[in-house]
């Protein structure tokens, strides 16, 4: 796994393997976990790349926000986390404001 800068992020993200980033905001307040994740859905250019979000619950007000060009899949992990595992979409419209990163609640 090697370290890699994301703009904008105030935790750090890795590469886990070719084309699959990993960062971790569990331990983050809001609106944190919404502005990595923003920072990070930036990392993805296809839909063979992945992004995977360490929480200590899904980022409900995110998922509206990137639909348009993001699907992802929420996994309970150990200690009452969540991994949300993020991918673009094949017809992205590549509308996702990524300036768009508080949380409404």
């Not at 890699?4 to 905001?25: H, L, N, Q, R, Y």
């Not at 994740?37 to 992004?51: D, E, H, I, T, V």
């Not at 899949?73 to 949300?84: A, L, R, S, T, Y």
Request: net charge negative.
């Amino acid at each position: 796994m090697k370290k890699i800068e994301v703009a904008g992020s105030t935790v750090d993200f890795f590469e886990k393997e070719e084309g699959v980033f990993t960062f971790d905001t569990s331990e983050c307040q809001p609106p944190e976990p919404m502005v990595n994740a923003m920072c990070g859905l930036q990392l993805l250019k296809n839909s063979s790349q992945r992004l995977e979000m360490i929480n200590h619950k899904p980022p409900m007000g995110l998922f509206p926000k990137i639909a348009d060009d993001f699907d992802y899949d929420v996994q309970d992990i150990e200690n009452d986390m969540v991994k949300v595992v993020f991918i673009k979409k094949e017809d992205a419209k590549n509308n996702t404001d990524f300036t768009q990163n508080s949380c409404s609640g």
